[in-house]
């Protein structure tokens, strides 16, 4: 960097000398040579002066330093202005046709230089990204350019010379000016879901903030089309328990009432995103023998270790027409979202029948104390009507048939402040 502003320097300073082709900031007033490193660093406005002998219509080879120069600061993906491009020839009245040609021939220069039939460039744009935080995005515009010819006679003394003693007339002036709302528009947002979204089961609502699935401030680039989710309830407990099975984990024993499937059309890697955040809300409406039972929502978490079901921060819901219990979770989760209660090796035989073999209708392996053991959720009773332990039956949802026939989810009004934590 430091190579390239001292061969600014030297062009300025030798271009300023002899009045003809050269690179300059536009000034009210002449730049101290100490304070050129300075204005040629990321500049607001620059010019490329390219003067013309009598009747010539190309730059001629000596201009390609300036003109490489030019682009090189202009077209630099690090460089953070965004510039528009004017090309103005300056002549008379007698020689028009050579002036456009003039303007052709500097406008060409820069689409070659892109091998583009326009000037293109492509900058990095800083944003902040829900999945990378603050980072940037390449993005790619076509450089507005105007090309104009003028007649000095015509023309004010002022608009005759650059920084009032350089003449123009016999020359073609290129400015670049940093116009970010001409080149890549307005800083816009992209947000999925686009607003605040409910996604309903018959039990289970998913609570979607604006932009918790997918969300980038400040972007140039196209976003990504409407997400699809759906969710696979699995929470009638009959069908569950009859071929029951554990919530998987290495070490714990987590005993499940119940669980949902999330499917998603856009999804995240858990090695992915960097700055995802718990934004996502799953509720289940739950009986008060169930909140007593401090129930918990399981999802996969993910480690240097590898993936592990772990209780979700878990909060009981306050007020609303029936109880709810709340997890709150982030994309990379889509997946089975587990109602359970890790219970200890000493508490199984308080919460499961044992079972004599693992063929038995719900029969699970356990082991305890280093032997591995099969326990069962039911038993049926003499009237053949499921039979259960008393603290695993408080962790069911048993209501009467009269009120199954209510949806839960009428009503539900997103909360998240004051809602009481489940230790």
Not at 107 to 135: K, L, Q, W
Not at 285 to 299: F, I, K, N
Not at 382 to 400: H, S, T, V
């Amino acid at each position: 960097m430091k190579r390239i502003v001292f061969l600014f320097s030297l062009i300025v300073t030798l271009a300023a000398s002899a009045q003809v082709s050269g690179l300059y900031i536009p000034s009210e007033k002449p730049i101290k040579p100490r304070d050129l490193p300075k204005a040629w660093t990321n500049p607001e406005e620059f010019c490329l002066l390219l003067h013309f002998h009598e009747g010539d219509s190309a730059y001629q080879e000596e201009d390609l330093d300036l003109l490489d120069s030019a682009y090189k600061v202009a077209f630099d993906r690090d460089n953070p202005r965004m510039y528009t491009m004017s090309i103005e020839a300056f002549g008379n009245a007698r020689n028009q046709s050579i002036m456009k040609s003039r303007v052709e021939s500097v406008y060409r220069y820069f689409t070659m230089r892109g091998h583009e039939i326009v000037p293109v460039r492509y900058a990095y744009n800083p944003i902040h990204c829900s999945c990378h935080g603050d980072t940037v995005e390449l993005v790619r515009y076509e450089v507005p350019t105007d090309k104009q010819v003028y007649d000095c006679a015509d023309l004010p003394s002022s608009r005759k010379v650059l920084n009032k003693d350089i003449p123009l007339e016999g020359s073609v002036l290129v400015t670049f000016r940093h116009n970010p709302i001409e080149c890549i528009g307005g800083g816009g947002g992209c947000y999925l879901p686009a607003q605040d979204s409910n996604i309903r089961a018959y039990y289970t609502q998913l609570i979607l903030k604006k932009g918790s699935i997918y969300a980038v401030d400040n972007t140039r680039d196209s976003c990504p089309p409407p997400v699809q989710i759906s969710i696979e309830e699995h929470l009638d407990y009959q069908q569950f328990l009859e071929k029951y099975f554990l919530v998987p984990h290495r070490r714990n024993i987590i005993l499940p009432v119940g669980y949902v499937v999330l499917h998603s059309s856009f999804n995240r890697q858990p090695d992915e995103c960097t700055a995802l955040t718990d934004s996502i809300f799953i509720r289940f409406p739950v009986t008060e023998e169930q909140l007593e039972s401090r129930l918990r929502v399981y999802a996969k978490k993910y480690s240097s270790k590898g993936a592990e079901y772990k209780p979700l921060t878990t909060k009981k819901i306050k007020g609303g027409p029936v109880l709810m219990i709340q997890g709150a979770l982030n994309l990379t989760q889509f997946d089975t979202i587990y109602i359970a209660k890790r219970i200890s090796e000493d508490e199984v035989s308080k919460y499961l029948f044992p079972a004599d073999s693992p063929t038995e209708q719900g029969a699970v392996a356990i082991t305890i104390n280093g032997e591995e053991r099969f326990f069962k959720p039911f038993r049926m009773d003499r009237n053949g009507q499921y039979e259960f332990r008393k603290l695993f039956r408080n962790m069911l949802r048993i209501i009467d048939e009269e009120e199954e026939t209510i949806d839960p989810s009428d009503g539900m009004i997103f909360r998240n402040d004051g809602d009481e934590e489940i230790e």
